[in-house]
């Protein structure tokens, strides 16, 4: 398939796990791909990997929760490659398990920072230069986490709750300028988000338990969705928050 050649395709937190996965998905299928992440040497990696591949990346270095340095990325996206037609605004954090009233203040606002003012960052910079272009796609990271409630978590499905939340409204506010907007949800992925956890029994089973499939995903099984959404087969989905979790929110 060659959904995307000579499109743009700019990816948050693409140095590894679910962007850096769905980099090189975008890219072999004939995206140009931005491959943005706080951390260099992780989204060089990704960009030797495309161009080994045959594509084609440009890593540019950003904190999501900066719109300045957001900014930027989408600058350098549309003097790269002339456009921005798709964006995958993925990057995230965990900072643990506690309950909400053991939560520290930093971890809060750490959280918050990335997950969600990283998202708003993200579609302030893109939606304009998507609406003046004449259209765009945005799919966001958002997770199972953004549609129910997870004992342990709550900084981490306040903030996905929330992506899920501007996700539904800048579709509103762009379905008539071209622009869809989506979230991918995901269940619980083996990435090095979660890696440390994955390794301890308890986590194994908590994840077996509450994942009717039995197991986590690999992030090459996330990546396909942001695709599709991404692509011209979605043409008529905007404002949907698709969940890629083996089943668990079908509980
Ligand atoms: P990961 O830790 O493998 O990758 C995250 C990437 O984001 C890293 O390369 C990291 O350097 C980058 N990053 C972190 N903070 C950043 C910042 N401030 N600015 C720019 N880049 C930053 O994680 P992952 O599992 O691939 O997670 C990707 C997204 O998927 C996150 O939004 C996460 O919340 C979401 N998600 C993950 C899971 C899971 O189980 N792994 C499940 C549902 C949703």
Redo the contacts with the bound molecule.
């Keep these: 398939m060659d959904r995307f050649t000579d499109e743009t395709a700019l990816v948050?937190?693409?140095?590894?796990?679910?962007?850096?996965a769905t980099a090189q998905r975008l890219a072999s299928e004939g995206a140009n791909v931005v491959v943005?992440?706080?951390?260099e040497d992780?989204?060089e990696d990704v960009v030797a990997s495309i161009e080994d591949d045959g594509g084609s990346a440009t890593f540019v270095s950003?904190?999501?929760?900066d719109p300045d340095a957001v900014q930027r990325v989408v600058e350098v996206a549309v003097e790269t490659y002339g456009s921005l037609d798709i964006a995958h605004n993925?990057?995230?954090?965990?900072t643990g398990f506690q309950d909400i009233a053991d939560i520290g203040e930093d971890d809060w606002d750490k959280l918050m920072?990335?997950?969600l003012k990283?998202v708003w960052a993200g579609m302030k910079a893109e939606l304009p230069v998507m609406e003046e272009q004449g259209g765009g796609v945005i799919v966001n990271?958002?997770?199972?986490?953004g549609l129910v409630g997870m004992g342990g978590l709550g900084n981490?499905v306040a903030s996905?709750h929330g992506v899920v939340g501007l996700t539904r409204t800048a579709a509103l506010e762009y379905a008539d300028r071209g622009v869809r907007v989506n979230s991918i949800?995901?269940?619980?992925?083996?990435?090095?988000?979660?890696a440390e956890r994955l390794d301890t029994a308890e986590f194994q089973a908590f994840v077996e338990t509450n994942t009717p499939m039995g197991r986590?995903?690999d992030?090459t099984e996330i990546a396909p969705l942001a695709a599709f959404l991404a692509s011209d087969e979605a043409s008529y989905i905007t404002g949907a928050n698709v969940p890629v979790d083996g089943g668990w929110t079908a509980h």
């Design positions: 948050t937190g693409a140095g590894s796990g679910i962007g850096r943005s992440d706080i951390d992780r989204g950003a904190n999501v929760a993925n990057a995230g954090i965990l920072a990335v997950n990283g990271t958002a997770s199972e986490a981490y996905k949800c995901p269940g619980v992925v083996e990435t090095p988000m979660t986590p995903a992030p």
